[in-house]
């Protein structure tokens, strides 16, 4: 009797101590204050809407580099990621073999052709100087809208990358990080840039914007709340993401930035 007792009594220890742990494990996960990955503009003052409108208690970490967002929320030091588009996702977890996964889609901001000598992509010269985007991602939609401004042909290669088979106007096109674009704004003929990144620096696109891409409908281009596998069931996360696809945020977003930045909700 006695060795069934301390049997029964093992097993209510057990029982109890797993459900401590248990009981401590949704303590730390449902507690603790979220930290989010943004870019500034839009993302950073679009969340900094949501936690003043809706009183949400979340850390925002502003960063500038794009692949860094990615890595810190792999590695853990982020819980979400607020900052790239769906092909840019899906390009960083084929190249890293990364799990990243969408929360939810937000808005979308067109890429467009950007000029302080012109007015309009006609007037556009013979050896004019250009400065896109080296990511993969953004070099090829920079050469797509460039293609589509009239001004190369392109060709595209077996792993989904372009080069350029005409350029008769000879433009000097140079690929540099996406960051330092703005730098060659007042130096160079065009640049092409990402509405975010144009505002950041205050390149405002109705005053130089000259061709624009044709993107609204293109879900691939879709700005994307981004976490981890391990974290695709998080409450407060599903919360961020429902006040991100409210009206609330919906309205922010027509009204700051004009049109330039739509929701996709």
């Known amino acids: 009797m006695n060795k069934y007792l301390r049997i029964f009594l093992m097993f209510i220890f057990v029982y109890i101590f797993m459900s401590c742990i248990s009981d401590i494990g949704v303590i ?13 503009v839009p993302y950073g003052e679009i969340l900094q809407n949501i936690k003043n409108v809706f009183k949400e208690d979340f850390e925002i970490v502003n960063y500038i580099d794009y692949d860094t967002l990615n890595r810190d929320l792999v590695n853990g030091n982020l819980d979400a990621n607020f900052f790239q588009t769906r092909d840019y996702l899906n390009r960083f977890n084929l190249s890293s073999e990364s799990k990243l996964i969408e929360i939810t889609s937000v808005h979308i901001e067109p890429l467009i052709i950007y000029s302080s000598k012109y007015r309009s992509i006609d007037k556009v010269e013979n050896g004019d100087i ?3 985007p080296n990511d993969f991602i953004n070099r090829n939609r920079s050469l797509k809208l ?3 401004a009239g001004l190369i042909t392109l060709v595209e ?22 960051n330092d674009i703005p730098d060659f704004f007042n130096i160079s003929d065009l640049i092409v840039l990402n509405t975010n990144v144009a505002m950041e620096n205050n390149i405002d696109p109705r005053e130089v914007g000259i061709f624009y891409e044709d993107s609204f409908n293109d879900g691939m281009k879709f700005s994307i709340f981004v976490t981890r596998e391990d974290m695709k069931t998080s409450i407060k996360l599903k919360e ?3 006040y991100l696809n409210s009206y609330e945020n919906f309205k922010f977003i ?12």
């Open 254 to 265: 027509n009204e700051r930035y004009s049109g330039f930045v739509k929701p996709v909700f």
């Open 157 to 178: 290669e077996l792993d989904g990358s372009y080069i350029v088979i005409s350029n008769p106007k000879n433009l000097v096109i140079n690929q540099v990080d996406i």
């Open 146 to 148: 460039l293609e589509d």
């Open 28 to 40: 730390n996960t449902t507690d603790r204050k979220l930290k989010i990955g943004v870019t500034t």
């Open 240 to 242: 961020i993401a429902n």
């Open 130 to 132: 250009v400065y896109i």
